[in-house]
């Protein structure tokens, strides 16, 4: 596609985004129930309020493509691998944070072309704060009803200033603490949610090194916003994470950094040593 149609298709898909942030809003601010999926993750009627919200909203735009959201009943590869273009959605992102009442879960909407996320809209509901970037058009950063401001990465160099890492809040892990030990020194900020990769893509870190699993709806967005800025998601080889996959919809470890030199890989294979 190109840039100006993406421009066009993002003014169509925030406002989108930021109703079905509202929606959970609506069930934050309640006694809401938890239950638990098959894979022990948590599930409330905000994720299912934000999934249907989505799903009506992207089916009324001009150009109709499939949605493959994590509350989508599941669709096989026989059927999404004939997908040219679609939304890759995670309507809650974070429901972990969303149970603890933290804020720190975001609204995630992608367009996948290919195997290549072009088009990403991240919001987080309870702080207003709205990331989106597409291919061609760089990315940009709101709160509220300030001024949208162009966001971009930082450019790391070794023995430069203190490397400054995103992690998670909900899934540490010793893998990612015998990592950190191997990095100079850093400073670690624990935050929920896509927030760690807007955080890379804003300048406000130089790396998000995950180790734990993670699906195609959790990175599709953020990815596309990281790029966007300049930034790059890669598996632990520094290739580019790529979409529907026909073995699996669960991605690689990865890392999530920005410009400049990028020796992460190397620090992974000396914590494995």
């Known amino acids: 596609m190109e840039p100006e149609q993406l421009r066009a298709l993002l003014s169509r898909v925030i406002p989108i985004a930021v109703t079905a942030g509202e929606r959970i809003l609506e069930i934050y601010n309640t006694d809401f129930e938890v239950q638990t999926k098959a894979d022990n993750s948590p599930l409330t009627a905000a994720d299912q ?3 249907h919200t989505i799903v009506d909203g992207l089916g009324r735009l001009e150009t109709v493509y499939p949605v493959l959201s994590e509350e989508s009943v599941d669709t ?32 995630n909407i992608a367009l996948i072309d290919g195997r290549r996320s072009i088009l990403g809209v991240v919001y987080a509901p309870v702080t207003g704060l709205l990331y989106w970037g597409s291919l061609g058009n760089g990315a ?70 995950r180790f734990g699993p993670t699906s195609e709806w959790d990175t599709a967005a953020g990815q596309a916003v990281l790029e966007a800025a300049g930034g790059h998601l890669t598996d632990t080889t520094m290739k580019p994470l790529s979409y529907n996959k026909p073995t699996s919809l669960l991605n690689p470890e990865f890392f999530a950094f920005g410009g400049g030199e990028a020796p992460w890989g190397g620090y992974l294979a000396s914590s494995e040593s």
């Open 49 to 51: 309020a934000a999934h």
């Open 76 to 107: 096989d590869y026989a059927q999404r691998g004939q997908w040219s273009r679609y939304w890759l959605v995670d309507p809650l992102d974070g429901t972990r944070e969303f149970v603890k009442r933290n804020g720190e879960f975001t609204v």
């Open 140 to 209: 940009f950063r709101q709160r509220g009803e300030s001024d949208p401001v162009p966001i971009q990465v930082t450019d790391y160099k070794q023995g430069a200033a203190q490397l400054r890492i995103a992690g998670s809040r909900s899934h540490p892990s010793p893998v990612l603490q015998d990592y950190l030990a191997k990095l100079p020194e850093h400073e670690l900020v624990a935050v929920g949610s896509s927030l760690k990769i807007c955080m890379v893509a804003a300048g406000e870190a130089d790396l998000y090194p």
